[in-house]
């Protein structure tokens, strides 16, 4: 049983980071942002390629995969949504081009890696074991919960707190006014897909680590996941995204343990119905009224 | 009025055309249709001295992208390979048309479609996928085209039609061979089993898994499934943790393979996992390294198979393609043998020819072993059971 929640809690850690980068974008910008599971699985791909291929160290990977997701959330920001700000199909327009781009990017990886499955070297990291009153924690798990946790606090900290997220609240409250104002909408909305990019990305590696293998669709598996934690949380909001990832992760634990590994997924999409049914807005959402 | 009146025959006339077009369009995919014998196809002498004009033209549908990639890949190549050696043989001919089925059902329909009706492919090979043979089978059955399946293994496939051949074996046939031999190499007594319940492949698998362990007398002290999309498995193996079995039976895709048995031995989970096809790669083992040990795996090839021709196409393979072959470029490379074999042998490159000696092929010695089709068009050949020691696949003796 306690190994059990242990599991919940470590799996629910990786659906928090992939779900905290998604929910970002859409908190601030209102964008539904669906290349943002290819992005995830293009940093594991890169990262396994840094370290596989040009000997990098797997700590010195990690800075250089969100490096390369800063400038993939760069370009999918002027590529798939800049071109589209301004029409009255903005959002709608904006996650079929998501699509696309996101295609794209998948495509890329398979012409540069192939269709078959990677994964670091073995001695690229160690992942060491522990065990702990009976209960085996991998390395690799607490290094995803602790990066969850910190990506949480630290982006929570800069939307509220810094210059920086005081412009991004400004362009999500108000991107005209917020012009007005002073603050450079394009450059905010940009910061925000490299931001969210750079997590995104930064997930696809710790996912390797955790799993053991990176493949094509490993974003794909994932996306549906994200798309219930970040509801289940509350669209937009960075705490909700991170306990909503970990009540997911539980649930499927539990509900394997108690229940049956059938009804695993049952479970999880049940919370999520029920959870909905009592706070439609999710667990930490706000029910936003704009004025016309 | 007087105006629709003046239109009325106009109307008739095309009405009647469109109908008779539609008509005449609908002739071509009319069961039981067939295309005419092509003279150029119809050669001189047989077996080895057989000469055929035109180029045989062989259709393949492979999953080369999406999800089922991993394995179309290696069959695109094991095709190629097997097509190449034989074009360079004198007196027939082969025209290799691939299509992309994207691991979707609708394309790979479509593909079917275009190699029957307007390549006028003799046989088609594929597809990668036994989810997507029921329909595309039933189609070429019904414009009477034979197919050959090379990882088809699903239950019912061959009973689709007299059209319809395999030679890849059922995951089935090569479990039944796996768990008696590491039953008794191993002295089991208890297992785990633990599969992927949304794929056509490993649920037919897993039914006859759980009936072979039955007649073995092994006792099943847990029983889990997950997801095709799912890389996470620990709350299930902590579940089969918790039954101590001496053995674990898998049935998953090779996608799954590698995250379930490294998240099994983090666990702590060090019996011995026995599973099918989806252990049969050489990545495989590279990418687990010391917790591949004790992997038992049933299949339809294995690079330490003493078969007739099998160093030497381990050999060109890697060659054209840096790379070791697995079990998916084997089979894709003795489709192409047991078609040549086919076509020589009343030296005839048309679909009936084709089919009429698909369904006499017998002690083929291939790559596989020694491969017959029986009259149901199932293959018949001995399965390999294989461990890995010491980071590489032997032969696990009993």
């Known amino acids: 049983m306690s190994q059990q929640l242990a599991n919940g809690l470590f799996s629910g850690a990786i659906y928090a980071l992939f779900a905290i980068g998604f929910t970002l974008v859409f908190g601030i910008l209102r964008h539904l942002n669906l290349a943002h599971a290819s992005i995830f699985t293009a940093g594991a791909y890169l990262g396994i390629d840094l370290v596989a291929r040009f000997g990098v160290p797997i700590w010195t990977a990690f800075p250089l995969v969100a490096l390369a997701g800063v400038a993939l959330g760069v370009v999918l920001e002027r590529v798939a949504f800049r071109p589209l700000a301004g029409r009255a199909d903005e959002h709608f327009a904006g996650l079929i081009s998501s699509v696309a781009f996101g295609g794209m990017l998948v495509a890329a990886l398979q012409a540069r890696y192939g269709t078959q499955q990677h994964s670091f070297p073995v001695d690229a990291f160690p992942n060491r074991i522990y065990d702990i009153a009976g209960i085996s924690i991998s390395l690799a798990q607490v290094i995803t919960l602790t990066v969850a946790l910190s990506a949480m606090a630290a982006l929570a900290w800069l939307v509220a707190a810094s210059q920086a997220g005081r412009a991004m609240r400004a362009v999500a409250e108000n991107p005209n006014a917020a012009r007005i104002l002073g603050v450079h909408v394009e450059r905010v909305t940009a910061s925000t897909y490299a931001l969210s990019s750079a997590l995104g990305a930064t997930a696809g590696v710790l996912m390797v680590l955790n799993v053991g293998q990176a493949h094509l669709s490993m974003g794909l598996s994932i996306e549906l996941t994200g798309f219930a934690v970040i509801i289940l949380g509350g669209m937009g909001s960075l705490a909700g995204a991170m306990l909503a990832g970990v009540m997911l992760g539980l649930a499927e634990s539990l509900t394997v343990h108690y229940i049956g590994s059938s009804y695993k997924d049952v479970a999880a999409f049940v919370l999520l119905f029920a959870v909905l049914l009592l706070r439609p807005q999710g667990l930490f959402g706000t029910i936003r009224v704009r004025e016309a | ?398």
């Open chain 2, 1 to 398: 009025m007087r105006k629709w009146g003046k239109r009325i025959p106009t109307l008739c006339v095309t009405t009647v055309a469109a109908v008779s077009v539609l008509a005449a369009g609908c002739v071509r995919i009319e069961p039981g249709d067939s295309v005419t014998s092509r003279p150029g196809l119809n050669g001189t002498g047989s077996g080895p001295g057989c000469g055929i004009q035109d180029p045989v033209p062989v259709g393949a549908v492979l999953s080369l992208t999406e999800g089922a990639a991993f394995a179309g890949q290696y069959q695109r190549e094991g095709l190629e390979l097997g097509f190449k050696e034989l074009n360079a043989r004198e007196g027939v001919r082969y025209s290799l048309i691939m299509e992309d089925d994207k691991t979707d059902l609708g394309e790979g329909i479509a593909a079917f479609e275009k190699l029957i009706h307007r390549e006028d492919a003799s046989i088609i090979i594929g597809p990668t996928l036994s989810d997507l043979a029921f329909s595309t089978f039933e189609d070429a059955q019904d414009a009477r085209t034979p197919v050959l399946g090379i990882s088809t293994t699903a239950d019912g496939i061959p009973e689709i039609g007299d059209y319809v051949f395999r030679n890849s074996l059922p995951e089935e046939y090569a479990l039944a061979e796996s768990i008696p031999a590491a039953r008794e190499a191993l002295g089991l007594e208890t297992v785990a089993v633990l599969h992927d319940s949304e794929d056509e492949f490993t649920s037919s698998a897993y039914a006859t898994m759980i009936e072979v362990l039955s007649d073995e007398g092994l006792r099943v002290v847990a029983d889990e499934n997950f997801e095709t999309s799912d890389t996470e498995f620990r709350s299930q193996l902590t579940k089969i943790a918790d039954g101590d079995p001496d053995a674990l039976v898998l049935s998953a895709l090779p996608n799954a393979t590698i995250p379930l048995v490294r998240q099994a031995r983090e666990l702590g989970i060090d019996a011995p996992i026995v599973g099918g096809n989806a252990f049969n790669s050489p990545v495989m083992i590279a990418n687990l390294d010391s917790a591949a040990e004790g992997l038992i795996v049933g299949g339809a090839w294995s690079s330490a198979l003493d078969s007739e021709g099998n160093a030497e196409f381990i050999d060109a393979y890697i060659d054209a393609y840096g790379r070791a072959p697995d079990q998916f470029a084997a089979q894709a490379y003795t489709a192409a043998k047991m078609i040549d074999a086919a076509v020589r042998a009343d030296c005839d490159g048309n679909r009936e020819a084709i089919k009429n000696n698909l369904a006499q092929l017998d002690g083929l010695e291939t790559v596989l072993g020694t491969v017959s089709l029986d009259e149901a068009g199932e293959v018949d050949q001995q399965p390999v059971v294989q461990i890995v020691e010491d980071g590489e696949f032997t032969l696990l003796e009993g």
